[in-house]
């Protein structure tokens, strides 16, 4: 039976061992990019080659901009529907919301595989979304692999991740400072976007 000094002393010295664990591959990583060649090449020498090297490619650039954009354009798109979709199941009363909750939380269940194939075989240029509104208006208006397709698979994908977020925290709200506000004349859309 441990006494509490030893928990304690436990929990540091497990964390201290998670913290090597977890941090010796890094710095490992971290050092090498300071030598000019192999960690384990005894003629390596510190300097800042491998940094002036990627730093001068273009090709980083280009790489670091659509990273950029992707990232950005991802939360453009999950953070809206994530919020919006936790406000109408926590804080309302939609028809429905008992079994909508398990359908917004299905993409964090699925594998990134099944969901690329899923969206590749449904909008994809010969998917059968795709086919049915090339029959419809004669073009297949989206492309599902340039940077603004990937952009919007990826929000959409990540949807769960940001509705988890935002519906805990609706769900600890108060419900008397929303009444409070409906109270004082505030519109539903006013009590959703200021109070909620």
Do not use: C
């Not at 090498?32 to 490619?57: C, E």
């Amino acid at each position: 039976m441990l006494v509490r000094g030893d928990a304690t002393l436990f929990r540091h010295v497990t964390f201290a061992v998670l913290a090597v664990v977890v941090l010796a591959p890094v710095g490992l990583i971290a050092y090498q990019s300071f030598l000019s060649g192999p960690f384990f090449d005894v003629t390596s020498r510190f300097g800042l080659d491998a940094y002036s090297f990627v730093f001068a490619d273009p090709d980083f650039w280009k790489a670091l901009r659509n990273t950029t954009v992707f990232a950005f354009g991802m939360v453009a798109v999950a953070v809206p529907l994530g919020a919006m979709l936790a406000f109408l199941l926590t804080r309302t009363d939609l028809a429905g919301r008992r079994w909508l909750e398990p359908v917004v939380l299905m993409p964090m269940f699925l594998s990134a595989i099944v969901l690329g194939f899923g969206y590749t075989v449904s909008i994809g240029p010969s998917g059968f979304v795709s086919l049915a509104v090339k029959k419809l208006i004669g073009f297949v208006p989206w492309d599902i692999y340039g940077l603004p397709g990937l952009i919007v698979i990826a929000g959409l994908s990540h949807v769960p991740h940001v509705y988890l977020y935002a519906s805990s925290a609706m769900k600890n709200l108060p419900a008397d400072l929303e009444e409070a506000a409906r109270t004082v004349g505030a519109t539903v859309w006013q009590v959703a976007w200021h109070v909620t």
